[in-house]
T-cell receptor, first 112, second 116 residues
Framework: GENVEQHPSTLSVQEGDSAVIKCTYS??????FPWYKQELGKRPQLIID?????GEKKDQRIAVTLNKTAKHFSLHITETQPEDSAVYFC???????????FGTGTRLTIIP | GAVVSQHPSRVICKSGTSVKIECRSL??????MFWYRQFPKQSLMLMAT?????????EQGVEKDKFLINHASLTLSTLTVTSAHPEDSSFYIC????????????FGPGTRLTVT
């Protein structure tokens, strides 16, 4: 089955600086890679996703890059703000089996 | 659109009793729903995949007789934790996939189960 590794587990960033979270996956058949933000006690919220036919996708301050050859993808948050503080999860999915496999999570803290 | 609700949001039960959690897709039809468990400071772990009208598919290590899943309609799936024990205390989250979409899953708000 799929295995998704995520680094770092914790990340502290000065407000206004950029944050980068990286994930690797094992199953070359995976073709959908969403990123979720989860605040304490709340549901995961989809913040951006990328499909395997695209190398990069951007939505305002958030971008995701995908390297299919190396089987890794990254989340980039620019101009970080205190409200960006949360736990972020990457995930990988194969359209055929429908199951999302989550990474271990990154606790991001934005320092004012 | 694409709203998923869960009920109850919090439940406390005594050891040995059973608890039922409901997951509903409010504005779309969900042929497939997923049940996850999340322990404190850990990731979401898929427990089972439920398809409307058929038996759920459980992940390895998840006891199907303990975690009963029923997906009786296109908008409702239920998870029943039978003979609950303190180690079953966790955050249970469901998600649903819109049958008209390919992959995106919409998550419910979660249910905090505490077994005393």
């Amino acid at each position: 089955g799929e295995n998704v590794e995520q680094h770092p587990s914790t990340l502290s960033v000065q407000e206004g600086d950029s944050a980068v979270i990286k994930c690797t996956y094992s199953d070359s058949a995976s073709n959908y890679f969403p990123w979720y933000k989860q605040e304490l006690g709340k549901r995961p919220q989809l913040i951006i996703d990328i499909r395997s036919n695209v190398g990069e996708k951007k939505d305002q301050r958030i971008a995701v890059t995908l390297n299919k050859t190396a089987k890794h993808f990254s989340l980039h948050i620019t101009e970080t703000q205190p409200e960006d503080s949360a736990v972020y999860f990457c995930a990988a999915n194969n359209w055929e089996n429908e199951k999302l496999t989550f990474g271990t999570g990154t606790r991001l803290t934005i320092i004012p | 659109g694409a709203v998923v609700s869960q009920h109850p949001s919090r439940v406390i039960c005594k050891s040995g009793t059973s608890v039922k959690i409901e997951c509903r897709s409010l504005d779309f039809q969900a042929t497939t729903m997923f049940w996850y468990r999340q322990f404190p400071k850990q990731s979401l772990m898929l427990m089972a995949t439920s398809n409307e009208g058929s038996k759920a598919t459980y992940e390895q290590g998840v006891e199907k007789d303990k975690f009963l899943i029923n997906h009786a309609s296109l908008t409702l799936s239920t998870l029943t934790v039978t003979s609950a024990h303190p180690e079953d205390s966790s955050f249970y989250i469901c998600s649903a996939r819109d049958e008209t979409e390919v992959v995106e899953q919409y998550f419910g708000p979660g249910t905090r189960l505490t077994v005393t």
